[in-house]
């Protein structure tokens, strides 16, 4: 209708600036805070002046507000000649409103604000029926999330996806690396967008929970559930989740303390590089070195459990620390209750149900408070193992390497890189926690690294030796399979070559 509209009247141009007002209700006045709101503002500045006109499908567009709000509003759009024409009737009204639109535009407005009202009442009814059945453990027919079939029912596989999500949260990762981790996992998160990560990490139908009632199976523990709404509460902003290299983040210029980027090299190994060298050059750092990533992961894999650990220790909770984390989150829980309560006294008034609602809410709050004063402390359970964490670790870089990047930058691990090669981790006591990268062996097709007086070599698993000799072992295992009983020769090694037996601790 607007095109049709702008078709037929040359002489107007549309307004540059847009306004939105998606999902704010008309009826309460929600609008005027937001889009519509500024369309006002820009008519009171001038901006929307005299001729201009705004098009509307019909009156209630503007509002569905009680009838003296709503005249009080047209008549602020048209005493600044602005005209309000509704395209549905064909109605124009302004600058000046004729006699004989007045009754119609009040029937109008009327009729919009009495459906609504209307509406508003179904609406209520019907929650306060599906509340009595949740009140008796029946499951109510209402939208439900992506995890949950329309019966109430578990999707195993989704809730499983989720309950990954939840563990990602805790980890410090980003809704939107979450998103990308669910959809890799399941094709039904496809169409999902960020922002909805973020609302079903926090809905409380997670622990099976509708209102106050639980009438849903669980798809996280509550420990689980409660520890991702404290990181959420805190404040908590998660590291940069790197897109592709697990390194990102990790790895700093021990110069001048900028993180180290990862250089892509088409035909050698990738490198990292100081990412204020190159963006400024040698004017702010003075660190040329480039790092092979192969001589990065060999020492952030050497010197990182410690770290995994006691990020474990952050996360692993003890028996009693769980409890806390339950009912602290119960407690805020309550709290914003009694909050959202006690505003409806201040815009409405002392009312009977406010007030046994508030009592309730403040016997519940009472009780839970008792409950956290008799937990025994138990925090000695609370003590994460090297071994556990090292198993942990080797586990995520196997199937989960970007929850570990997140573990890490969350418990302060780092590698720091100087110009002169050394690199130096912030965890004490492993082979590499100190140690100097020395270049690159082309005889043996290996890295050197020195470290506590020992030189170590890494093998570069793309140089055309591991690869030759992979090939062999490959061809020997097929005629082997096929039953062929070739005697195989032994190949001489040279001195040089026998280094290159290490690759079998690194590769």
């Known amino acids: 209708m ?44 001038g901006e929307i002046k005299e001729g201009d006109v705004i098009l509307v499908e019909a009156i209630d567009r503007i509002g569905r507000l009680p009838e003296m709000q709503m005249i009080s509003l047209i008549d602020q759009i048209v005493s600044a000649k602005v005209q309000i024409i509704t395209l549905q009737d064909g109605c124009t009204y302004g600058p000046i409103i004729k006699s004989e639109q007045i009754w119609s535009l009040v029937g109008k407005v009327q009729q919009a604000y009495m ?4 509406l508003s009442e179904r609406v209520k009814a019907s929650y306060k029926r599906r509340e009595a059945l949740a009140m008796n453990g029946v499951i109510p027919k209402r939208r439900t999330p992506i995890w949950l079939n329309s019966d109430g029912t578990v999707k195993p596989d989704i809730a499983e996806a989720m309950k990954g999500a ?62 991702v709404q404290k990181r959420f509460n805190d404040e908590y902003k998660p590291p940069t989740a790197p897109r592709t290299h697990f390194l990102s983040g990790l790895i700093k210029c021990g110069d001048c303390g900028a993180n180290m980027q990862v250089k892509i090299n088409k035909n050698s190994p990738f ?22 990533v192969p001589v990065l992961l060999h020492v952030c894999y050497d010197t990182a459990t410690g770290a995994v ?47 046994r609602k508030i009592a309730s809410l403040s016997e519940q709050r009472n009780k839970l408070e008792r409950e956290k004063l008799l937990i025994t402390n138990d925090t000695v359970e609370n003590v994460s193992k090297y071994d556990t964490a090292w198993d942990y670790q080797y586990e995520l870089i196997a199937d989960h390497p970007m929850r570990l990047n997140a573990l890490l930058q ?18 004490s006591g492993n082979d590499f926690s ?35 000799r992979l090939e062999r072992f490959k061809t020997m295992l097929a005629r082997q399979r096929t039953g062929d009983t070739t005697t195989f020769k032994a190949i001489e090694t040279s001195a040089a070559e026998l280094e290159m037996y290490e690759f079998y601790n690194t590769i």
């Open 410 to 427: 969350s418990s302060g691990y780092q590698i720091d890189c100087y110009s002169g090669g050394l690199m130096l981790a912030n965890t």
């Open 115 to 118: 459906y609504s009202a209307s």
């Open 309 to 355: 650990e006691k990020a474990m220790q952050n996360i692993e909770l003890s028996s009693s620390q769980k409890k806390l984390i339950v009912i602290d989150g119960q407690l805020r829980d309550v709290s914003e209750k009694i909050s959202n309560i006690v505003q409806s006294l201040e815009k409405y008034g002392p009312l009977p149900e406010l007030d």
């Open 434 to 468: 100190e140690c100097v990268y020395e270049g690159y062996n082309r005889k043996i097709q290996a890295y050197k690294i020195s470290a506590q007086g020992n030189v170590h070599h890494i093998t570069n698993r793309d140089g055309s030796l591991t690869k030759e």
């Open 166 to 227: 939840f563990e990602d949260a805790l980890s410090g990762i980003g809704e939107r690396r979450i998103l990308k981790r669910l959809i890799q996992s399941n094709t039904a998160f496809e169409t999902i967008n960020p922002s909805t990560i973020r609302r079903w990490l926090t809905n409380r139908i997670a622990i099976g929970y509708w209102k106050d009632y639980k009438i849903y199976p669980s798809i996280v523990s509550d420990e689980l559930f409660y520890q």
């Open 271 to 292: 490198t990292m590089r100081c990412t204020t060298r190159c963006v400024y050059g040698d004017l702010r750092c003075k660190n040329s070195k480039s790092f092979p």
């Open 2 to 45: 607007i095109s049709e509209w702008i078709e037929n009247n040359k002489g107007y141009q549309i307004y540059p600036k847009k306004f939105e007002d998606l999902g704010r209700s008309a009826s309460k006045g929600d609008h005027l805070k937001h889009g519509f709101g500024k369309l006002l503002e820009a008519i009171e500045q």
